[in-house]
């Protein structure tokens, strides 16, 4: 299976500041079938973007996802208070999918 | 609106069985996957399976944690995903969540059930 490795595991930023979140995969991720999700404390994820680089309805333009082959990135370039969650990558190009570890962006 | 109501969790044993529910509404759930991912207390999220819907013969998939244990099946009949667990671990102590991804107009948008707690444990 694919294992994905986010870094890092924490991020401190303070609001207004952008935020660069990476995602490696162990091996190349299949049509770029790459997503991040957001999940906030008691709350179930949402979907931030899929394929790579597409945003999910509703998402604001801060999101932007990259990438391709084994190294993605997710890019909030303007952080939001509701922003501060955890972002987890997840590859659903190859059975099984799997998530990474997930990265923790808190207020600084 | 779209909802997804999973009900059926609870505190088991090890080695026995729970079988989770997921209600569906609001939507077309004979042409959709359902995924379950579950996550631990105070952990990360972790996929559990699949079943893809009748166009797509039904296929399922499991994480290699599950498989052998777990079985997906669907009632397209009742709007209902299940999710079978069997020969259950310590480990499989989790919130499990049922959701699905629909795409239409060129965007995506996911939906998720409310969670349900299942407690492995003697």
């Known amino acids: 299976e694919i294992v994905l490795t986010q870094s890092p595991g924490t991020l401190s930023l303070s609001p207004g500041e952008r935020a660069t979140l990476s995602c490696r995969a162990s091996q190349s991720v299949s049509s770029s079938y790459l997503a991040w999700y957001q999940q906030k404390p008691g709350q179930a994820p949402r979907l931030l973007i899929y394929?790579?680089?597409s945003r999910a309805t509703g998402i604001p333009d801060r999101f932007s996802g990259s990438g391709s082959g084994t190294d993605f990135t997710l890019t909030i370039s303007r952080l939001e208070p509701e922003d501060f969650a955890v972002y987890y990558c997840q590859q659903y190009g190859s059975s099984p999918a799997t998530f990474g570890g997930g990265t923790k962006v808190e207020i600084k | 609106e779209v909802q997804l109501v999973e009900s059926g969790g609870g505190l088991v044993q090890p080695g026995g069985s729970l079988k989770l529910s997921c209600a569906a509404s609001g939507f077309t759930f004979s042409g959709s996957a359902m995924h379950w991912v579950r996550q631990a207390s105070g952990k990360g999220l972790e996929w559990v399976g699949r079943i893809r819907s009748k166009a797509n013969s039904y296929a399922t998939a499991y994480a290699a944690s599950v498989k052998g244990r777990f079985t997906i099946s669907r009632d397209d009949s009742k709007n209902t995903a299940y999710l079978q667990m069997n020969s259950l671990k310590t480990e499989d102590t989790a919130v499990y969540y049922c959701?699905?991804?629909?795409?239409?107009?060129?965007?995506?948008?996911?939906?998720w059930g409310q969670g349900t707690l299942v407690t492995v444990s003697s």
């Open positions: 959701t699905t991804i629909y795409c239409s107009g060129g965007s995506c948008v996911d939906y």
């Open positions: 394929g790579a680089s």
